[in-house]
């Protein structure tokens, strides 16, 4: 006998995926969001909602890190709590595929390790910490190079 594991994410869709025709990132914003809060469900999280009025100052972040070559380069710029980042991946399609799933697989720390900010524990599973944390609202952001390289930011508010 086999035993199969389902996980059930349930979520409230809303039509902030139709809000804007002329965004070209409406799409991948949408799975960005239900790719974390799919996450987040798996532990027992609630779920964010998506903060539409932050987003372009998000894609805004990406491009200025993108040019400077620094992650997390414009990290504060926008209010946001935390950040998670995907510099230079190769598609748009990838960010929820490849990097948010490796940032997920980052786990979280060993039960009893202190993690306070620029420790050993955020610098190993720090993904996976802005992805569980007490937050209300994300947004995601993105920007694509002349090289057509994709930089993906994440930001958080609580």
């Known amino acids: 006998a086999h035993s199969i594991n389902l996980f059930v994410y349930a979520y409230t869709d809303t039509m902030d995926f139709w809000i804007d025709a002329s965004d070209p ?14 996450y987040r ?6 779920m964010l909602t998506r903060n539409l009025t932050k987003e372009a100052c998000v ?5 200025s890190d993108a040019a400077s070559g620094a992650a997390h380069g414009a990290f504060g ?8 980042e995907c510099p230079g991946w190769g598609s748009l399609s990838s960010i929820g595929i490849g990097c948010l799933q490796q940032m997920w697989d980052e786990g979280p720390p060993p039960a009893g390790t202190p993690c306070a900010g620029g420790t050993a524990c955020y610098q190993q599973h720090g993904h996976y910490i802005n992805m569980t944390g007490s937050y209300s609202s994300m947004a995601c952001g993105f920007y694509v190079g002349a090289a ?3 930089q993906a930011i994440q930001n958080f508010w609580r």
Not at 77 to 84: R, T, V
């Open 41 to 46: 469900s798996l532990v027992g999280e609630k």
């Open 59 to 63: 894609d805004s972040q990406c491009q």
């Open 148 to 150: 057509g390289k994709v």
């Open 77 to 84: 710029k926008c209010g946001e709590s935390a950040q998670d």
């Open 25 to 38: 990132y409406t799409e991948y914003r949408q799975q960005c969001m239900h790719r974390i809060n799919y």
